[in-house]
C-alpha cells in the first residue's frame, strides 16, 4: 500500500476472489449443479474482492495520518512552542499517476526483449548476458539507451533460455498447476487435515506468479520472494503426497539414486 505497488494491488483483488469462492463452495457443500456452483463462487468472490478493495482504501488513507500522528505524539511538550504538526504525507506516485504509459514503459521494454529474441529462438542469450546480447546486435533499442532488464519473470525465461529451454521449464510448471488444481477439485468435498495447508500455499504461489508478469521474479532471481515461491512448491507437493500418497508421483532415476 505504501509503496503504490499496482501489482500487488491486482494479487490481492484475485488472492481475495479465490478465497471467497473457495470459502463458500466449502461452507455450502450441498449446493447442486455446477451452474449453480458456479455463480456461488462468482458472486462471492466478488463481494469479498469488493470488501478488500475498500479496506485497502481505507489502510492507504489513514496510512497518510501515520507522520502526522508520530509528529504530534513524539513532539516536544517541554517548552511553549507551538507544535509544528506535519502535513499528511503524499502517497501519489508521479510515474504512474502523471503518465499516459499505464504500463510505466514495461510495453516497451518487452516489446524489445522480444526483437532480441528472435535472433536467438532456440537457446537463447543467457540470463546475465542478455542486455550485451542486445548490444551487440542492436544499436537503436529502448533497452539498451536505459539499460533496463526484463521486468517479467516469465520473458526473462523465454529471452534467456530459449524456445527448447523455456518450453522444457513451462512444461514441467503446467504438469505442476494441473497437480495442484485437480487435488482442490478432487478433495473440496471430502476434505483431510492437508486441504487448507495446500490452499494456503496454493495462495501464495499464485500471488507470485501474478507478481512474475510484470516484475523480475521467480526465474533468475535469488529474492527472498522467489526463495520463498520455491519452498513452497516444494510444502504444496509434499502436504498433497502426504494427503493422497497413491496419487503421488513416482520416484524418478535420479530420486532413487539419491536415495541410495
Not at 499517476?97 to 526483449?113: A, C, G, Q, T
Not at 533496463?148 to 524456445?163: C, E, P, Q
Not at 510484470?214 to 526465474?219: N, V
Request: with cysteine; aromatic share 14%; net charge positive.
Amino acid at each position: 500500500i505504501l509503496s503504490g505497488s499496482r501489482t500487488g494491488y491486482i494479487a490481492l483483488l484475485v488472492v481475495s476472489f479465490l478465497i471467497g469462492g473457495t470459502f463458500v463452495l466449502t461452507k455450502f457443500a450441498k449446493i447442486k449443479g455446477f451452474l449453480l456452483k458456479a455463480v456461488c463462487f462468482i458472486l462471492a468472490g466478488l463481494i469479498l474482492a469488493s470488501a478488500a478493495d475498500a479496506s485497502y482504501e481505507v489502510v492507504k488513507k489513514g496510512a497518510t495520518y501515520l507522520p502526522v500522528a508520530y509528529s504530534y505524539v513524539f513532539s516536544d511538550k517541554t517548552d511553549n512552542t507551538p507544535n509544528e504538526i506535519k502535513p499528511p504525507a503524499n502517497l501519489v506516485r508521479d510515474d504512474v499517476e502523471n503518465s499516459d504509459d499505464i504500463s510505466n514503459n514495461r510495453f516497451s521494454i518487452w516489446k524489445d526483449y522480444l526483437k532480441v529474441f528472435k535472433k536467438s529462438v532456440l537457446f537463447g542469450t543467457g540470463s546475465r548476458t542478455a542486455l550485451s546480447f542486445a548490444e551487440d546486435n542492436f544499436e537503436d533499442l529502448y533497452i539498451i539507451e536505459k539499460q533496463y532488464g526484463f521486468h517479467n519473470g516469465y520473458l526473462s525465461l523465454l529471452v534467456a533460455a530459449g524456445t527448447i529451454g523455456a518450453s522444457l521449464m513451462l512444461y514441467w510448471l503446467i504438469r505442476i498447476v494441473i497437480y495442484v488444481l485437480s487435488y482442490h477439485i478432487r478433495r473440496n468435498k471430502s476434505r483431510d487435515n492437508f486441504y487448507w495447508p495446500v490452499f494456503i500455499c496454493t495462495c501464495i504461489l499464485l500471488i507470485q506468479a501474478i507478481s512474475a508478469f510484470p516484475l523480475m521474479a521467480l526465474f533468475y532471481c535469488n529474492q527472498i520472494s522467489d526463495v520463498l515461491f520455491w519452498v513452497t512448491v516444494g510444502f504444496t507437493l509434499t502436504f498433497i503426497g502426504l494427503s493422497e500418497p497413491e496419487k503421488a508421483p513416482q520416484s524418478r532415476i535420479l530420486s532413487k539414486l539419491f536415495k541410495l
